[in-house]
């Protein structure tokens, strides 16, 4: 987590509980842009990309690139192999963030880590989402089960041996509960697709 030293930097409350914060946030909250720079060259701040900025004593944790990323996209929806890495399923290491978006969302230009846009709309933008907290920061990521059952809808993208690893690790760690990967893949109608290589690795 962000730590704070509260004499050196002189932050509107609201912005120190953030852990990172827009430009925008802090002008809306009476901090102008100057003084925000004239932090960032006495060391209390680091600029992270174009509008972005944190506390200089943060030490980053294991997800902060997906922090960073939402904070700048906060439509997007983690996904696909970055859902797997955060929960801990599977054997990939995705160089992206891969986001899921609206169809008609526009995209701001990202400075701060390359990211794979996936396009979706209606219900596959709710269904199976969760909220974290990383660094302040409200993430919103894909369930395991849900991960999962994306991983079958766009196995052309990603390899069907990647959603079939993640299917099997899904049930060998306990991730989610069976009743919540078939009501998701009922939903995203998947289940014909995913029912086959189920019921080779319950065989």
Known sequence: MWSYNDT??????????????????????????????????????????????????????EF????????????????????????????????????????????????IAPVRIVR?????LTAGVEEHKIEGVTVRVTSPARTVVDCFKFRNRIGVDVAVEALRDYRRLRKGTVDELWRLADQLRMTRVMRPYWDAIAS
């Open 8 to 61: 050196m930097i002189g932050l509107p409350a609201p912005l120190r509980t953030k852990g990172m914060f827009r430009l925008k946030e802090a002008k809306a909250l009476g901090l102008h842009p100057e003084q925000v720079r004239r932090l960032v060259r006495q060391g209390h701040l680091v600029r992270l990309g174009r509008g972005l900025y944190a506390p200089a004593s943060a030490e980053p944790s």
């Open 64 to 111: 902060h690139t997906l922090a960073e990323v939402v904070k700048r996209v906060a439509t997007g929806i983690v996904c696909l192999l970055t859902a797997l890495r955060f929960h801990g399923i599977g054997t990939q290491h995705p160089r992206e963030v891969w986001l899921a978006v609206d169809r008609r969302a526009a995209i701001p230009k990202l400075d």
């Open 120 to 124: 979706m709309t209606g219900a596959a």
